[in-house]
T-cell receptor
Framework: DSGVTQTPKHLITATGQRVTLRCSPR?????VYWYQQSLDQGLQFLIQ???????AKGNILERFSAQQFPDLHSELNLSSLELGDSALYFC????????????FGPGTRLLVL | GNSVTQMEGPVTLSEEAFLTINCTYT??????LFWYVQYPGEGLQLLLK?????DKGSNKGFEATYRKETTSFHLEKGSVQVSDSAVYFC??????????????FGKGTKLSVIP
């Protein structure tokens, strides 16, 4: 158990819908990273937040957005969903002392029908 | 940009066989290198890491040495067990200058160990 929690574990929805994925980092970790794992693209970095502020952006679609709240949990919002958004979404957290070592949550499996 | 290339799987080995999974990288600066493991139905677990040239990371019998001259970080284990069956990901991170250490992953290598 990494100490990173993600909810829900599974999500099934329809095209055009909007969903929110939630992540709670390890206690004391200020950084949260979001990654998408799909069969065709592999594991790709989406976005990072540090202590409530956006720190870096990767291959994140404009239909996707994220935020980090004062209690440091983070949410990834996916809207106007398409079939191709079906994937496993991971969040990871790291601390200030060792920012480069990331600990991953169990993931949320999203299926868009 | 940064990239990681690891050997295509799947790899099937008998129990107690020697394991090597090749990983090479391209980076603009001096990255840190990682191996993560993903067991079926689970998230990624950090297996080992190395932060500078000639460093050796090790954990649970697995080892990998950061080779700057060959830009490689091959994963090895002397004697695999059935419980090692999983997907292994090589990854690198490099500080983008803004305190961001986003990981760049290889495509993963699926290992199956048969009794």
């Amino acid at each position: 158990d990494s100490g990173v929690t993600q909810t829900p574990k599974h999500l099934i929805t329809a095209t055009g819908q909007r969903v929110t994925l939630r992540c709670s980092p390890r206690s004391g970790d200020l950084s949260v990273y979001w990654y998408q794992q799909s069969l065709d693209q592999g594991l790709q970095f989406l976005i990072q937040y540090y202590n409530g502020e956006e720190r870096a952006k990767g291959n994140i679609l404009e239909r996707f957005s994220a935020q980090q709240f004062p209690d440091l949990h983070s949410e990834l919002n996916l809207s106007s969903l398409e079939l191709g958004d079906s994937a496993l979404y991971f969040c990871a957290s790291s601390n200030r002392e060792d920012g480069e070592t990331q600990y991953f949550g169990p993931g949320t499996r999203l299926l868009v029908l | 940009g940064n990239s990681v290339t690891q050997m295509e799987g799947p790899v099937t080995l008998s129990e107690e066989a020697f394991l090597t999974i090749n990983c090479t990288y391209t980076a603009t600066g001096y990255p840190s290198l990682f191996w993560y493991v993903q067991y079926p139905g689970e998230g990624l677990q950090l297996l080992l890491k190395a932060t500078k040239a000639d460093d050796k990371g090790s954990n649970k019998g697995f080892e990998a040495t950061y080779r700057k001259e060959t830009t490689s970080f091959h994963l090895e284990k002397g004697s695999v067990q059935v419980s090692d069956s999983a997907v292994y990901f090589c990854a690198l991170s490099e500080d983008s200058g803004a305190g961001s250490y986003q990981l760049t992953f290889g495509k993963g290598t699926k290992l199956s160990v048969i009794p």
